[in-house]
């Protein structure tokens, strides 16, 4: 009960986490594109009031707006002339979340295919994986560790087609992507009734991890 509790918790903050980071990052973006040179301070900051995720600061010939939703990680710089109009814009960006977790998930999905791969192949690892009932899978499951092989090369080839690649089109790797979500979030239940503790100490942070750069990465497509 205590693992479920402590996994759901995670995997709410990390929603919540992603949400916030990714709104406030798209209105940082979109309000620094619509500052242009010569426009009065006022009307910039008349502009940034319209933020709902954002904070600004103005101190003499400079202005730069934030958010601490996604820990800072991006901010527009505003330089005035005369302290009255905008002279020049400048937009910065230290952490994308989005390519973060297009990487970080198309990493751990390698690592779970490799993993599927070598159940396929026979290796004694059933313990960690199909509710650990068996350490050498029959045939059945191997079969099916082959497929799931073959379903997680789709997910990282999907993750990949939103920034990397152009296999699959954008638009469509996008609804791939919150389907392996979907599919991931499921994965998190099914190891939560495990009755193994190989699998449920190993799957559950697996699930999650998965889960969370998958939902991210649709979230910030769409």
């Not at 242009?36 to 103005?58: C, D, F």
């Not at 495990?194 to 991890?209: D, L, R």
Request: aromatic share 10%.
């Amino acid at each position: 009960m205590k693992t479920n509790i402590i996994t759901l918790i995670i995997v709410l903050a990390g929603i919540a986490g992603s949400i916030f980071w990714i709104e406030a990052e798209k209105e940082i973006e979109i309000l620094c594109g619509l500052i242009q040179p010569g426009q009065s301070i006022e009307k910039v900051i008349g502009l940034l009031e319209t933020g709902e995720h954002l904070e600004y600061k103005l101190e003499g010939r400079k202005l730069r707006f934030y958010s601490i939703k996604n820990l800072y990680s991006i901010s527009c710089g505003v330089d005035l002339q005369n302290t009255t109009e905008v002279a020049t814009v400048s937009f910065s960006e230290r952490i994308n979340l989005k390519i973060l977790t297009i990487l970080t998930g198309s990493i751990c999905t390698f690592l779970l295919m490799i993993f599927q791969i070598a159940l396929a192949s026979g290796k004694p690892l059933g313990e960690y994986a199909w509710g650990g009932f068996n350490k050498d899978l029959p045939d059945s499951l191997r079969k099916a560790s082959a497929v799931s092989a073959i379903i997680l090369l789709i997910g990282i080839l999907s993750l990949l087609s939103l920034n990397y690649i152009s296999l699959i089109p954008e638009g469509v790797s996008a609804y791939i992507v919150a389907g392996f979500a979907l599919m991931f979030m499921f994965s998190i239940l099914g190891n939560l009734l495990s009755v193994s503790k190989k699998e449920k100490m190993v799957m559950i942070p697996a699930s999650v991890v998965l889960f969370l750069c998958y939902f991210t990465a649709a979230y910030s497509a769409f």
